[in-house]
């Protein structure tokens, strides 16, 4: 990403929602991970939540960029 991003303040609140909606997510699949018996939907749900936890990282490391310049 460009060293000098700008977001608008709408865009900040949208990133903002983005990273509250992909915690959630992972925390309902971590959750559920504990009750699943199936080995090949725990290993699905295993990859869509480390894809998650990447993207999560991501786009934190975005926010507290885009924040520091402000």
Do not use: G, W
Not at 17 to 37: F, G, H, M, N, Y
């Amino acid at each position: 990403m460009n060293s000098k991003a700008q977001l608008t303040p709408h865009e900040m609140l949208e990133l903002h929602e983005i990273i509250r909606s992909e915690a959630l997510c992972s925390k309902k699949i971590q959750t559920t991970l504990a009750i699943v018996d199936d080995p090949d939907l725990r290993s699905f749900m295993q990859l869509s939540l480390q894809s998650k936890k990447d993207t999560l990282t991501q786009y934190q490391a975005l926010y507290n960029q885009v924040t520091q310049q402000q």
